[in-house]
């Protein structure tokens, strides 16, 4: 693909326009292929969109509204709040073929649900996953899904998201034949809910994929695997605990309160004692991996983080245009009918 736009909730997340509007610069510098459709408060947003640089206006379009989805709003309030906000225009500039993908930090429940009634599904998906890459202790990444958007699930939805799993590591990670597993609370075959058990002897059935059967939690990280398969409540709650680990890892050694002769015995130790693992505890940041998936549905929309940093925004929006550039809905789709 030659140029791609992408629709953005400029509003969506904790920090608004002070984070969309910096990091949308940044993807500009560094995608020259790259056009925006931003929607939000224009007043809001002025003073960051002022610092733009005139070479790139041409490849920015603002569209403005005051209308948004407060971000703890319950699901069935946001929906209502929904009409004319700068998500839900975001969202319907993908379906009317505006923009090739949809990036927002806002309201989940809301972007899921608006996602799912405004974007078509793909054919044979009941239901779309949220989908990421979670960083491992070897600087490489596992897609892991759901992570959220499905708390109850069946072994049948189980096992598409296991189909798409494996279809979006092939192209996202560049695999062959990429391992696969099933979250559960241990690896014996009896172990787990009757749900777990009944997918894991349909995907023992499915040759194509390379099963590998249950993993636990305290795994995730170790590349054992590279598509982890789970229900959104199970994933959502292990997604959380590993970010939240891996940010009190990183923040050890900054800890603000500490003397400057603390910092330094601090660090010393950490690279002391912690030098295999030292450089790679960088390259777990969650910011580096920001941005989750809607895999399932005819075009890409993606979920960053609220509390997302300037640098974690530009993240998402960066894997968002490479999915777009993949052309994953549609590689997943193809492959789905043959199967």
Known sequence: MSHLTLALDVMGGDFGPRVTIPATLKALEQNPTLSFLLFGNQQQAEPFLNKIPNTYLDRIHFHHTEQIIEPEAPFFQAMRQSKNSSMRLALEAV?????????????????MGLAKLLIEPLPNIDRPALTSLIPTMNGQSTVMLDLGAN?????????????????FAEIILGLVYPRLALLNIGTEENKGTQTLRDTHQKLLKRHHLNYLGFIESDKLMN??????????????????????????????HKNPESSHLCLMVKNYVMKA?????????????????????????????????????????????????????????QQIQQRLVHL
Do not use: W
């Open 95 to 111: 379906k009317n073929g505006q923009a090739d993908g949809c990036i927002s930090g806002g309201n989940t429940g809301a972007l």
């Open 151 to 167: 708390v109850e699930v069946s072994p049948n939805q189980l096992a598409q998201f296991a189909e798409m799993g494996h279809i």
């Open 223 to 252: 590349h054992l695997v590279d598509v982890i398969v789970c229900d959104g409540f199970s994933g959502n709650i292990a997604l959380k605990a590993l970010e939240g680990a891996a940010k009190n890892i990183i923040s050890l």
């Open 273 to 329: 004692i912690l030098y295999p693992y030292y450089r790679k505890l960088q390259k777990i940041n969650p910011d580096r991996h920001n941005g989750a998936t809607l895999l399932g549905l005819s075009k890409v929309v993606v979920k960053s983080h609220g509390g997302a940093s300037e640098k974690a925004f530009f993240y998402a929006i960066e894997y968002a245009a490479r999915q777009v550039q993949s052309q994953i809905p």
